[in-house]
């Protein structure tokens, strides 16, 4: 289900799945957008009653700037704090994956994962 979010080039769809909810992003990367989707994102977990998300960045195309990286993870920490988790899912071939957004979400104590291997993803998103 398309989430009716108002952005300029990015699209995040919403399922329900077993104790999580997960989202795909897909469209031509903006920061701006991507920060409304993180409160959207959020709204969307709480509205079925998960502390989850499984996330798939893997459609959105154009770089992510460190700088923004790093900011998106301040207010990634900020909005979802320690009581929920997500995992992110990247795709190594179309962009440049580095640790600076999940290490500063997880100093900032949010629980966060990012990779490219969905069934390690999903196990570590799922486990107690």
């Given amino acids: 289900m398309r989430v009716p979010l108002h952005t300029r080039s990015l699209f995040l769809d919403a399922e329900p799945?077993?104790?999580h909810v997960r989202f795909q992003i897909a469209g031509e990367y903006d920061a701006h957008d991507l920060e409304r989707m993180v409160f959207a994102m959020l709204e969307e977990v709480v509205r079925h009653g998960c502390d989850?998300?499984?996330i798939d960045i893997t459609?959105?195309?154009?770089e992510l700037p460190d700088f923004d990286r790093y900011?998106?993870?301040?207010v990634f920490a900020r909005?979802?704090?320690a009581k929920r988790r997500a995992a992110i899912q990247v795709d190594t071939a179309r962009q440049r994956v580095n640790r600076l957004f999940e290490n500063v979400a997880v100093n900032r104590s949010a629980q966060v994962r990012v990779g490219d291997q969905p069934d390690e993803l999903l196990a570590w998103l799922m486990r107690d």
């Fill in 17 to 19: 799945a077993e104790g």
């Fill in 52 to 54: 989850r998300a499984y």
């Fill in 59 to 62: 459609l959105i195309s154009g």
């Fill in 71 to 74: 900011t998106l993870a301040e």
């Fill in 79 to 81: 909005q979802w704090g």
